[in-house]
């Protein structure tokens, strides 16, 4: 399976843009997909993240991006997307996704160690 994320770029505070990120080699009818970020020097942050199986869906979020941040996933196109909205300076860094076949629950989707995949990390700045 590999993960390729996109989307990353500039925005002024206040904008929105959107990531993708596009699984290729395997549909999972079930999984968890999630976005994480990293600054230089810290940790990955789990930043949002979701889990199917069929029709089914559930989602997290970490405190500092809830009502900002959405995420979402096409089947068809077998991508996820991250809509991040009221962009703020303190939202700059490098945004993965990451992706497992396991239903992570919501304590365990924060857990970069559950994942088994991961993208290649796409930038995000956000500055006026």
């Known amino acids: 399976v590999q993960l390729q994320a996109s989307g990353g770029g500039w925005m002024q505070p206040g904008g929105s843009l959107r990531l993708s990120c596009a699984a290729a080699?395997?549909?999972?009818?079930?999984?968890?997909m999630s976005w994480f970020r990293q600054t230089p020097g810290k940790e990955r942050e789990f930043v949002a993240g979701m889990r199917w199986s069929g029709g089914n869906k559930d989602y997290a979020y970490v405190d500092s991006v809830r009502g900002r941040f959405t995420i979402s996933r096409d089947n068809g196109k077998n991508t996820v997307y991250l809509q991040m909205n009221s962009l703020k300076p303190e939202d700059t860094a490098v945004y993965y996704c990451?992706?497992?076949?396991?239903?992570?629950?919501?304590?365990?989707?924060?857990?970069?160690?559950?994942?088994?995949?991961w993208g290649q990390g796409t930038l995000v700045t956000v500055s006026s």
């Open positions: 080699g395997r549909t999972w009818s079930s999984a968890t």
């Open positions: 990451a992706a497992t076949p396991k239903r992570l629950i919501s304590s365990s989707r924060s857990n970069s160690g559950q994942y088994d995949y």
